[in-house]
């Protein structure tokens, strides 16, 4: 058995013998038959998997495409006024700001000019304007970064201007010479009067391997910090509008009420200036250049722009009316040219972007709309076309042919480093989220343990032997809530009824003690769910038996549960079927790699995820199991292992359906596992980029999870040997679980069983907890 060092699941590299006696091969088409209430499902492939997936990516582009229509209700627009319309929009300006994570609030900030000998603070001077390189305070531990260039009289306006996230503050002010004199548009404003304030971005580059192969990846920086952010509801997006208005912050101190304020931006640059306009209404006005477009195939742009639910609310019309009365001025601009990186950069056609703003209100019109600036004949210009960039200082109140000199400035830093200030700027947001992630546990404590039930945190130091009891019944109602905004606004929900079950079926295996059935259930019109159904031959008319759910892993299929001798998971639907359990072993989407990794992207888009086709399809299938005459449907239970473990946290705990749930070579500390970037169990370094699931690492670890589950039955399975995790961090978060059952007496209802093994199904404790909780011990 060959695994990967972080695996979710094996991939086996040397078949086992079979055993023909207790398995017998799979029965000829003529021979099918049904399960009794069902039709014959007449699909002639064996492995129902890529229809499945086919279905469910056809599925969510509907879902996609239906957004559009469906976000008016999230707008209640008054276009009585200026004023009217700016405070009918403001929660609207709020859920876009917590959607990107910029929601820690700002330190109090001053632009610090610093610099040594070999690299004063003055770094160039032009006729009238001098530029230096400076910093500020914006939230614990990061700062912004960049250049300040002052006009040598009374600025004409205040402008934060955003590079691309390719491009560094001293190219637009024509310091490196790297750009022809047209591009340096930060020169023409700074030449023209304009303060100006230019942060340095998180760049696109690839992440450097250092010696402790903790960073070996193939990421990019925006990514990087993406990934472990997004668990913890952060984004890199959001830290660089945190920069700029923590920059406008700086400017509306200092210069009160005069002189306008403007964000200006190309590329990356131009997303990050676009969403700071809309989030922030201090900004006067904003130059767009290289971004606008339609945003319904966002899921196939870079990783890093992936905004949790954004289209459910949210395309570009709609955040240019978060700007608008306020003049936005949008360029159409060749976009930089991004590919493989999880998604590609493309420039949209003209038409393509003038549509987009046909989707504005039309009431917007008379307060003044959106200038868009192209070429002749609607080709791009730009970017910092002239055009443009005089329509933005007329935004600014000021009137200006903007000319610009011949004259290039000169860098007088004799050891500057841009690699150097880039790390910094890394590291620092780096930092912030590792200090979210450590600080999370208790965070997570007060948002749910305590929210429950506060008199929980009482850890007063006792002697007696006996502590209280706490009110079960209390604490499981007031779960109920905590349960719904696990389920919509953890794994996502689809507003879409489940259809009639339809039930299809066909006989695939058979032996002297069981046979089994493949079965397929309609979910929604695209989606169906699929399983094997294994039956025990000696149950009598009449009987109802319990049902144990065995759950597969990555890459797994139905059947590796039961017939495929698999060390990893030793055959245990087919050996608790021999026990007298009916068994079920669904398939699960997280087969084919990467293709369920961008069925998670696109999911994202429409506030959803990779288990809101599970639960869904989980849903059907509890809902038809029960309705079945040999089943007892108030004893079905669930067993996973690896990402079948994974679902046994999130799916159980959301459906009721579930009298059980058993956890095996998936219980972790999972906001470590997930966001760490110092562990080397962490998903930081793996192809699992599907992994953050937004805010969860705020609001739901394995421990709340669990605690979803109760007052029903939970255990967790674990390999000394499975890489999964670390045996001290799975031991401490299961003793919350363990602590808390206790705390409202139902400690016989939880287990953990440790044994010598690795990432594998063991079947001995889980098997008896089964059968104890099933059966009653019998």
Request: with cysteine; aromatic share 10%; hydrophobic share 40%.
């Amino acid at each position: 058995m060959k695994t990967h060092r972080n695996c979710r699941m094996f991939v086996p590299v040397v078949a086992l013998a079979c055993i023909a006696a207790l398995h017998l091969p799979p029965l000829s088409a003529e021979s099918n038959e049904t399960l009794p209430g069902t039709k014959l499902l007449a699909w002639e492939e064996e492995d129902l998997s890529t229809r499945m997936m086919d279905g469910a990516h056809t599925f969510v582009e509907r879902k996609i495409a239906e957004s559009i229509t469906k976000r008016e209700q999230y707008w209640h627009r008054d276009f009585a006024s200026p004023d009217a319309y700016t405070n009918s929009v403001e929660p609207n300006r709020q859920r876009l700001r917590e959607i990107i994570g910029a929601v820690d609030e700002r330190l109090p900030s001053t632009l610090e000019q610093f610099g040594d000998d070999a690299n004063p603070a003055l770094v160039a001077e032009g006729g009238n304007y001098s530029a230096y390189q400076v910093r500020w305070p914006v939230l614990e531990g990061v700062s912004g970064e960049g250049l300040r260039v002052r006009p040598k009289g009374q600025p004409v306006g205040y402008i934060v201007a955003l590079p691309d996230a390719d491009q560094t503050p001293e190219q637009l002010l024509g310091l490196t010479g790297e750009l022809a004199p047209q591009e340096q548009w930060v020169r023409r404003l700074a030449e023209n009067g304009f303060e100006i304030v230019v942060p340095v971005p998180v760049n696109r580059q690839r992440l450097a391997t250092d010696d402790s192969q903790l960073r070996r990846s193939d990421q990019t920086h925006r990514e990087w910090i993406y990934r472990q952010a997004f668990h913890m509801g952060r984004h890199v997006i959001g830290y660089e509008v945190q920069k700029v208005l923590a920059a406008v912050d700086c400017v509306s101190h200092r210069s009160g009420s005069k002189g306008k304020i403007g964000v200006a931006g190309y590329g990356e640059g131009g997303l990050v200036a676009f969403y700071a306009a809309a989030v922030d209404p201090r900004i006067s006005a904003a130059l767009v250049s290289g971004y606008f477009g339609p945003r319904q195939a966002v899921w196939s742009e870079p990783i890093y722009r992936n905004v949790w639910s954004l289209l459910r609310e949210f395309g570009d019309a709609e955040i240019a009316s978060l700007i608008l009365p306020r003049p936005l001025a949008i360029e159409y601009s060749p976009c930089p040219p991004v590919v493989d990186q999880k998604g590609d950069v493309t420039t949209p056609a003209l038409p393509e972007v003038t549509a987009e703003l046909d989707r504005l209100p039309a009431e917007l019109e008379a307060w003044g709309g959106v200038h868009l600036v192209h070429g002749q004949g609607g080709t791009t210009i730009g970017p910092g076309s002239l055009d443009a960039l005089q329509r933005f200082a007329r935004a600014l109140a000021v009137e200006s042919a903007l000319p610009l000199s011949e004259a290039r400035p000169v860098d007088r830093r004799e050891a500057f480093d841009p690699a150097m200030r880039h790390a910094r700027t890394v590291q620092q947001l780096e930092t912030h989220v590792q200090q979210l992630v450590r600080r999370s546990e208790h965070v997570r404590d007060r948002f749910f343990l305590y929210g429950v039930m506060p008199e929980l945190a009482d850890w007063r130091w006792t002697t007696e032997k006996r502590r209280p009891i706490h009110d079960a019944a209390k604490f499981i109602e007031g779960a109920k809530a905590f349960r719904e905004k696990f389920r919509v606004e953890g794994m996502g929900a689809f507003d879409e009824p489940l259809m009639a079950p339809n039930a299809r079926s066909r006989k695939i295996l058979e032996n002297e003690k069981w046979t089994a059935y493949d079965v397929v259930l309609d979910v929604f019109p695209e989606l169906f769910a699929w399983g094997v159904l294994v039956v025990p031959r000696d149950i009598q008319p009449g009987e109802r038996r319990p049902v144990v759910v065995c759950q597969h892993g990555r890459n797994g299929l139905p059947r590796d549960t039961i017939d495929k001798n698999s060390t990893a998971y030793n055959d245990f639907a087919a050996r608790l079927a021999e026990r007298g359990f009916v068994t079920f072993a669904p398939h699960n989407l997280y087969r084919g790699e990467d293709r369920y990794r961008w069925l998670d992207r696109k999911a994202n888009t429409v506030k959803a995820t990779l288990f809101s086709f599970i639960i869904a399809q989980h849903d059907q299938i509890l809902r038809w199991l029960a309705q079945q005459p040999f089943v007892n449907g108030e004893r079905i239970a669930f067993y996973g292992l690896s990402y079948g473990g994974e679902t046994a946290v999130r799916v159980p705990t959301v459906l009721e359906g579930y009298c059980l749930s058993i956890c095996s070579g998936d219980f972790n500390q999972w906001t470590r596992k997930v966001a760490s970037t110092d562990e080397p169990f962490s998903f930081m370094r793996t192809i699992e980029w599907e992994m953050p699931y937004w805010n969860l690492g705020q609001t739901f670890d394995y421990a709340e999870m669990a605690y979803l589950m109760l007052p029903r039955p939970f255990m967790a399975e674990r390999g000394h040997l499975d890489g999964v995790g670390r045996d001290h961090w799975v031991a401490h978060e299961y003793a919350k679980v363990r602590w808390l059952y206790s705390q409202l007496g139902l400690a016989d209802r939880t287990e953990i069983e440790f044994f010598q093994g690795g990432h594998s199904i063991n079947g001995e404790g889980t098997f008896e907890f089964l059968q104890k909780h099933l059966r009653g011990g019998k």
